[in-house]
């Protein structure tokens, strides 16, 4: 899954942050009991899309959903997804015609570096004669690994030492358009308990698509080199905002005059106390319907975002704990060190701690699937945080413009910035096989790969007259623009290898390739 190029944007309702606070509690209260009427008056409301109306159903029947679901049926939904067949037919949602351009539909040459960049790390772990695997979670058309394995076939012993390819991609169209591209046109696939299996135009490789990565067996013997490219932002979210909690219900002596009130405990006079610390819990951030009728006046939508009607759902904040904020934010010390100040805003993504592990485990093994020797390579790019936790950074994107990420659901792209370090956090806690390096900024890491170097080959190539090479220029320097909403700035890279006591680093990461 793959994004826009901008900055991280911040979500912004009601003009800022959550900023209409004063008709928040209102609000959860109109979402959570709908009467007679507001049902009748919804049931005629026009919306804008099939999913729109299922998820008004849905509400309507068991009140606000976690964000994280509100996303998921957005995204992945079987009612119109945006990746599982909103799109219209004849249109996807990359490039110039779709919501967004992707790093390798850019340039090639980035696509070339990344193949680069395993190549290396094949090297420096002893060059495998066989068991390797290239896996990629979240494809889009398969033009990032169409380029890797077009880069690697020039390192044939690597090449041979490749048992398949995995793609992980729960889209059908998607599937096809990859399969197109790198098995070639009407290109034949039989079915397995894996997945579909097809034979890649690169050397003759086996190329299979799996839904999810946890089709694909762990197998200690293999070597697997795992890319994530703007696949962790597309993750549902919980978000969660620290708030005091309700004073505890007085006691039946309190409420009953009849009973003495027997003596105070010392923990209950403490608690009263003028200088006790407020009780304070985390709350969750959850999505209903907008009053039908709304403006973007009355829902205080950002400018930015007010090229398209009034959005058909808002966030409100849930009047109490949920399952969710009693579980989910205290996973780490990270999120419970901001619990006690009011008013603290975090993002938590379940899914891309599943992911981590998932990387950690087949890399360098993990208790319950032991890896004596640990082999292998995750390299994942995103947009996102480097040592903060993420906030406020839901975004919707349609036809290169920023819309409200609560409007036309299903057929608006939903992202979020990545927390890298909560993966680096999961990564070597499950595993003590690995360790993690970065993340540094994709400039960076570009540049120390040799994308200026590359670049300039390919515009000396003969064919390429002076347009084209102006081409070729801009497109990496695009890549590497260290601007305030530059790629070069605002995207991350992140590696998992096996542990080495930091003996080496990789290259792109401040190291070089060891023989």
Not at 72 to 94: H, K, N, P, S, W
Not at 291 to 296: D, L, R, V, Y
Not at 315 to 322: A, E, N
Not at 389 to 394: E, K, Q, R, T
Request: overall charge neutral; aromatic content about 6%; charged content about 20%.
């Amino acid at each position: 899954m793959m994004r826009p190029l901008t900055a991280r944007p911040v979500l912004a309702l009601a003009g800022a942050r959550w900023a209409h606070r004063s008709r928040l509690s209102a609000s959860i209260a109109a979402a959570r009991s709908f009467s007679f009427t507001s049902q009748r008056r919804e049931t005629e409301r026009q919306w804008s899309t099939p999913l729109a109306k299922q998820l008004f159903e849905a509400i309507s029947t068991t009140g606000p959903v976690p964000l994280a679901s509100y996303m998921r049926m957005c995204l992945t939904g079987d009612v119109g997804g945006y990746y599982t067949g909103a799109i219209a037919e004849g249109r996807d949602q990359f490039g110039t015609k779709g919501d967004f351009v992707t790093s390798p539909e850019i340039s090639q040459v980035f696509g070339e570096l990344i193949g680069i960049w395993f190549i290396a790390e094949w090297i420096s772990q002893g060059r495998p004669k066989k068991g390797v695997q290239l896996i990629e979670v979240g494809p889009g058309r398969g033009t990032l690994m169409d380029d890797m394995l077009r880069t690697i076939q020039r390192f044939p012993a690597m090449a041979e030492s490749i048992d398949a390819v995995y793609m992980v991609e729960a889209s059908r169209e998607l599937r096809e358009a990859q399969k197109t591209l790198l098995c070639g046109p009407g290109a034949r696939s039989t079915e397995s308990k894996v997945g579909s299996h097809s034979t890649g135009k690169h050397n003759g490789q086996p190329i299979v698509w799996t839904d999810t990565i946890k089709s694909i067996p762990y197998d200690t013997e293999k070597v697997p080199f795992i890319v994530a490219h703007e696949f962790f932002d597309a993750l549902p979210i919980h978000s969660f905002e620290s708030a005091k909690a309700d004073p505890p219900s007085p006691p039946p002596s309190a409420a009953d005059p009849s009973v003495a009130p027997g003596p105070r405990s010392s923990n209950a006079q403490a608690s009263s106390g003028k200088d006790a610390q407020p009780t304070m819990e985390w709350r969750e951030m959850m999505v209903s319907p907008t009053p039908p009728g709304a403006t973007h006046a009355d829902l205080g939508t950002p400018k930015s975002e007010q090229n398209e009607p009034p959005p058909e759902f808002q966030l409100v904040l849930s009047p109490g704990t949920t399952r969710h904020s009693r579980v989910v934010p205290e996973i780490s010390p990270r999120y419970r060190a901001l619990k006690q100040t009011p008013g603290s805003v975090i993002e938590v993504c379940p899914d891309a701690s599943i992911f981590a592990t998932d990387f950690a485990t087949r890399i360098g093994g993990s208790r319950q699937h032991p890896k004596s020797s640990p082999s292998g390579a995750a390299l994942i790019l995103d947009y996102g945080t480097s040592d903060t936790v993420p906030i406020n950074s839901l975004r919707g994107i349609r036809q290169h413009k920023r819309v409200s990420p609560f409007s036309a659901p299903g057929l608006v792209d939903l992202s979020v910035d990545v927390d890298f370090t909560a993966i680096a956090e999961v990564a070597t806690l499950v595993s003590d096989g690995v360790e993690v390096h970065g993340p540094v900024t994709q400039a960076d890491f570009l540049e120390s790969m040799g994308i200026r170097e590359r670049a300039e080959m390919l515009t000396k190539a003969p064919g390429v007259d002076v347009a084209k090479a102006e081409d070729i220029s801009k497109a990496w320097k695009r890549l590497v623009d260290r601007g305030p909403s530059g790629m070069g700035k605002v995207y991350k890279v992140l590696a998992i290898l096996p542990e080495n006591d930091g003996r080496r680093r990789p290259v792109g990461f401040g190291g070089d390739v060891g023989a």
